[in-house]
């Protein structure tokens, strides 16, 4: 059960929603998202990278410099500058 919960943890992590998101929208509405249809993969591809790996790699950065002792930031006064950093 333990496994099931942490698989569906990182299938909807909230860092991959954006993206999960402009998939749908491109997918079954792009009208809305006002992009070509052979642009769709290029700006998946663009906000995956900033919404997502831009923010892992800044917790990659403050777990090497030490500035969060673990990446699950259990401990709330760690919580504020990768936050304030992924915001």
Do not use: W
Not at 15 to 20: I, N, P, Q
Not at 23 to 49: D, E, K, S
Not at 56 to 76: P, Q
Request: one cysteine or more.
């Amino acid at each position: 059960m333990r496994i099931v919960a942490t698989v569906i943890s990182v299938i909807f992590h909230p860092l991959l929603l954006t993206t999960y998101l402009v998939l749908l929208l491109g997918t079954f509405f792009p009208a809305l998202l006002m992009i070509a249809p052979q642009y769709l993969r290029v700006m998946i591809a663009f906000i995956f990278c900033f919404t997502f790996l831009l923010p892992v790699v800044n917790l990659i950065m403050f777990r090497m410099f030490g500035t969060i002792s673990s990446y699950t930031l259990e401990d709330r006064k760690e919580r504020i500058v990768p936050f304030m950093a992924i915001a």
